[in-house]
């Protein structure tokens, strides 16, 4: 409420003066239950979100317990229980303590916790305190073998692997056999070690055991690159279609592969520079003249022998990039290179040839392209031993024999020269006993001058027609 009073001026007047009290203060309203509820709220807010991220109590991977942790946390608290637990080594003259590190021991640790949470989320109540779960231990074979050779070297002898190599004696590719060795069974250990930290146990014990050991390269891998090898230098060439035209010899194709183990196996290379030095005379064997060829056949044109071999002309193309396809090839098992050439053909000229023998004039006659090529005064068969009349064709041809001389026969005549069979027990051949031809004289035969009867011999093929007519 304001204080008016008045007071008297100079001139006898009065004046009011007036002052104003302070306002009484409002109540404030007291926030004592929020202020005291905040960190409350908070704590409360921070247990949820910890229970969304966090494992649930109880839960455990192996003997390691895991609730209360997220499952970043709970992966490196697996692995470091499994790395931290021993395995006591025992056996004749062994005694050696090694832990799951110095063995190389894991764990699918990251995905035991990440299902470890999937299933038992701190959240969750109704999974909390479940059953323990167990984890598959694994040793890394070389981290676990150099810590027990380390620590018990006496039971480890070393396998031999097969090997390959060029024998120059024999001119192949041989094998030297595989020996197996022995170490300490890496199953044993691990096994010992899962036992223990699937019970929740920080040691181990074990009685060390020898097995045999596989080396990386077995004999029969050996066995199949040396029998690739041998088929390479079987075939090693140049080839123009099936034709090896240019063979490498097996002691040059040797040199130029190298054959290195590797991995269990072996890997073959060959050397391009080496082998370009024979492609650069490829052309000079290859490059040919077309040459035309004859072949001899029946009166039916059935083909009966070659005379001249007809062979087209070739000529090598480029041969630019033939040295590092070869290599790549050899080194794959192919030792075939087929080369690309322009063909020249060559033509094939027919001659057919037939013989007449007349046994009333005592003369043969052979015929080429049915004109004379030439006759002969010949003898043939005397009384009761009658040269067969009829067709006929040539079936063998014999250099030199001794004819009758066996029993049922009634003559014996040696070393008769250049027999051309065309009938049963009946040929053309040289006779060197008798110079009476043109007259009957033999046993069947048609005889004729040594000479004459060598070019009959090379005249006529087999399956040549002979007609032998009264």
């Known amino acids: 409420m304001a204080d008016q009073s008045q007071k008297s001026g100079a001139d006898g007047t009065s004046s009011q003066s007036v002052a ?7 109540k404030r309203k007291r926030h004592l239950g ?3 509820g905040t960190p409350i709220g908070v704590a409360l807010a921070g247990v949820v979100a910890a229970s969304l991220i966090l494992i649930a109590p109880g839960t455990a991977v192996a003997g390691v317990q895991i609730g209360g942790m997220t499952p970043g946390s709970a992966a490196a608290a697996i692995q470091k229980e499994l790395e931290n637990t021993t395995v006591e ?21 990251s995905s035991l916790a990440s299902a470890a949470y999937s299933e038992h989320p701190m959240w969750k109540i109704g999974s909390w ?24 070297p006496a039971l480890f002898e070393d396998p031999v692997d097969a090997a390959v190599a060029y024998d120059a004696d024999s001119e192949k ?49 050996a066995k199949t690159t040396a029998r690739t090898l041998n088929k390479v230098l079987d075939t090693a060439g140049f080839y123009v279609g099936k034709e090896r035209t240019v063979p490498v010899d097996r002691k040059v194709a040797a ?17 391009a520079s080496a082998i370009d030095k024979v492609v650069s005379t490829l052309a000079k064997k290859v490059d040919r003249a077309p040459q035309n060829g004859t072949v001899i056949t029946n009166s039916s044109g059935t083909v009966l022998a070659t005379e001249k071999e007809t062979l087209d002309g070739r000529t090598l193309g480029d041969t630019s990039g033939i040295a590092a396809a070869f290599a790549t090839q050899l080194a794959s098992g192919d030792g075939t290179y087929e080369l690309k050439v322009s063909v020249d053909k060559a033509s094939t000229t027919k001659i057919s040839r037939y013989a007449v023998v007349d046994l009333s004039e005592q003369r043969a006659y052979f ?17 009761g031993h009658a040269t067969p009349t009829g067709h006929f064709a040539v079936f063998a041809h014999v250099g030199m024999q001794d004819m009758g001389c066996v029993d049922g026969y009634d003559y014996c005549t040696k070393n008769v020269p250049w027999v051309t069979y065309f009938a049963p027990d009946i040929a053309f051949h040289g006779t060197y006993w008798h110079n009476n031809f043109g007259h009957v004289m033999s046993h069947g035969c048609v005889n004729m001058p040594i000479s004459i009867a060598k070019t009959v011999y090379d005249w006529a093929p087999d399956g040549m027609e002979v007609t032998v007519q009264p």
């Open 20 to 26: 104003w009290a302070p306002a009484p203060p409002h």
């Open 89 to 109: 080594l025992s056996g004749d003259g062994i005694d050696a303590t090694l832990t799951g590190a110095q063995l190389g021991a894991t764990v699918d640790a």
């Open 255 to 271: 040199s130029w592969l190298t054959v290195t183990p590797r991995d269990g196996s072996f890997d073959v290379t060959a050397d």
């Open 129 to 152: 305190y479940s059953e323990t779960k167990q984890a598959r231990v694994t040793l890394d074979h070389d981290t676990a073998e150099a810590a027990l050779r380390k620590a018990a």
């Open 34 to 36: 929020l202020w005291i």
């Open 367 to 383: 015929y080429q392209n049915g004109k004379l090529w030439n006759s002969y005064l010949v003898s043939t068969g005397r009384a």
């Open 173 to 221: 590719y041989v094998v030297t056999d595989a020996e197996k060795g022995t170490g300490i069974d890496l199953d044993a250990v691990a096994s010992a070690l899962q036992t223990a930290f699937d019970a929740g146990q920080t040691r181990a014990s074990v009685e060390a055991t020898t097995i045999a050991t596989d080396p990386a390269i077995s004999t029969e891998t």
